[in-house]
């Protein structure tokens, strides 16, 4: 089985400065990385994912995440936030392989940009 | 093809009422997926199809929730006898099976079930 979490529930940012979202997994298998951002009453929207290969990986605006396996973390970064990254971004796992890939989300962090 | 799409969007009922939802995945996807999210919380997995089998389910599915996909296509999950408990948003999601390596799951708007 695997497990989720995301360290803050809710970071506050001013516009233009950096953020990181932290997300540490557990799981007794090898494991697929993902960051999904959900705006208000809106379905998930794949910012990024990591299967395998280089340990950054670059997603849609202008986010990243780094792979780290043996801190077993998969934090999300933008060097600059802009008033519409305001959202619930989740971090997710699912196992290696291809049979079934559901995935084990975290609880979720709230980036809240302000002016 | 414009993605995932739930239907309704939203419901309330009563306790104790029959619900049901659907879920249209994108055409081409032969897996789909059923996630319950509820205030605050990220979302938990309830069940998958690939084509028309049921291959998965989460013991969160109690007797009284069941999912049908008859030809491989659309999705229904139905709730009977509802409880204030049930009340969350219920997401469907789709992906294809690649040869290697775990394809994007690509969500719906999900439907939101307010029990009263």
């Known amino acids: 089985a695997q497990s989720v979490t995301q360290l803050d529930s809710q970071v506050p940012v001013f516009e233009e400065a950096p953020v990181e979202l932290r997300c540490n997994y557990s799981s007794s298998v090898s494991v697929y990385l993902f960051w999904y951002v959900q705006y208000p009453n809106q379905g998930l929207q794949l910012l990024l994912k990591y299967l395998s290969g280089s340990t950054l990986v670059k997603g849609i605006n202008g986010f990243e995440a780094e792979f780290n396996k043996s801190q077993t973390s998969f934090h999300l970064r933008k060097p600059s936030v802009h008033i519409s990254d305001t959202a619930e971004y989740f971090c997710?796992?699912?196992?290696?392989?291809?049979?079934?890939?559901?995935?084990?989300f975290g609880g979720g962090t709230r980036l809240m940009v302000k002016p | 093809d414009t993605g995932v799409s739930q239907d309704p969007r939203h419901k309330i009922t009563k306790r104790g009422q029959n619900v049901t939802f659907r879920c249209d995945p994108i055409s081409e996807h032969n897996r789909l997926y059923w996630y319950r999210q509820t205030l605050g919380q990220g979302p938990e997995f309830l069940t998958y199809?690939?084509?028309?089998?049921?291959?998965?389910k989460s013991r969160l599915l109690s007797d009284r929730f069941s999912a049908e996909r008859p030809k491989g296509s659309f999705s229904t999950l139905e709730i009977q006898r509802t409880e204030q408990g049930d009340s969350a948003m219920y997401l469907c999601?789709?992906?294809?099976?690649?040869?290697?390596?775990?394809?994007?799951?690509?969500f719906g708007q999900g439907t939101r079930l307010t029990v009263v």
């Open positions: 997710a796992v699912t196992r290696r392989g291809n049979a079934g890939n559901m995935l084990t």
């Open positions: 199809f690939q084509n028309e089998a049921q291959l998965e």
């Open positions: 999601a789709s992906s294809t099976t690649l040869g290697q390596g775990a394809s994007e799951a690509f």
